[in-house]
T-cell receptor
Framework: DADVTQTPRNRITKTGKRIMLECSQT?????MYWYRQDPGLGLRLIYY???????NKGEISDGYSVSRQAQAKFSLSLESAIPNQTALYFC???????????????FGEGSRLTVL | QKEVEQNSGPLSVPEGAIASLNCTYS??????FFWYRQYSGKSPELIMF????GDKEDGRFTAQLNKASQYVSLLIRDSQPSDSATYLC????????????FGKGTLLTVNP
């Protein structure tokens, strides 16, 4: 089983609908992230969380919200989906990145969202 | 706005050649640097991590870092068709509040 699991993997929805993308991890990491990827634009950070009580906006948080239900779970919501939110969404986790580790990101397999 | 610039692709090299991927960054506080490889439709995977100036080699991959010039590169020797992918550069801003900022990526195609 994957260490970082995203559901759903694919979703097609209509404008105005509420959508939730879920992420769970078994790596025991405190830090979790949501990125979106659009062709030619790389990965852009939406929200990140360094522990259950810590939520931070990334560079493109407008139109999104998140919930950190537990250390292992981090959900991304689109309250009212619009077509320009059509993208590939990645959840990622990391450890702190001190001397004992690199702080690299471990990614889920991605959730492809299409908003019609 | 912290920026990460990568050489625009796509980059095409013949099998067996050296592929050179470049990245510049604007945040002088960046302490460490990651290179991720991403196959089409797949999630990124880490291939190199470097934090000291100079070269770091891992098999066919060599990362080169020059913090004074705010430049990091990735060389792939003896390129193989299986190296065909998008390569993402990601500086780490450092400190306890660090997060990775990704470049837009460079698409590499290795032709048999």
């Amino acid at each position: 089983d994957a260490d970082v699991t995203q559901t759903p993997r694919n979703r097609i929805t209509k404008t105005g609908k509420r959508i939730m993308l879920e992420c769970s991890q078994t790596k025991g990491h405190d830090r979790m992230y949501w990125y979106r990827q659009d062709p030619g634009l790389g990965l852009r950070l939406i929200y990140y969380s360094f522990d259950v009580k810590d939520i931070n906006k990334g560079e493109i948080s407008d139109g999104y919200s998140v919930s950190r239900q537990a250390q292992a779970k981090f959900s991304l919501s689109l309250e009212s989906a619009i077509p320009n939110q059509t993208a590939l969404y990645f959840c990622a986790t990391s450890d702190f990145g001190g001397q004992a580790n690199t702080g690299e990101l471990f990614f889920g397999e991605g959730s492809r969202l299409t908003v019609l | 706005q912290k920026e990460v610039e990568q050489n625009s692709g796509p980059l095409s090299v013949p099998e067996g050649a050296i592929a050179s991927l470049n990245c510049t960054y604007s945040d002088r506080g960046s302490q460490s640097f990651f290179w991720y490889r991403q196959y089409s439709g797949k999630s990124p995977e880490l291939i190199m991590f470097i934090y000291s100036n100079g070269d770091k080699e891992d098999g066919r991959f060599t990362a080169q870092l020059n913090k004074a010039s705010q430049y990091v590169s990735l060389l792939i020797r003896d390129s193989q068709p299986s190296d065909s992918a998008t390569y993402l550069c990601a500086p780490n801003s450092g400190g306890s509040n660090y997060k990775l900022t990704f470049g837009k990526g460079t698409l590499l195609t290795v032709n048999p």
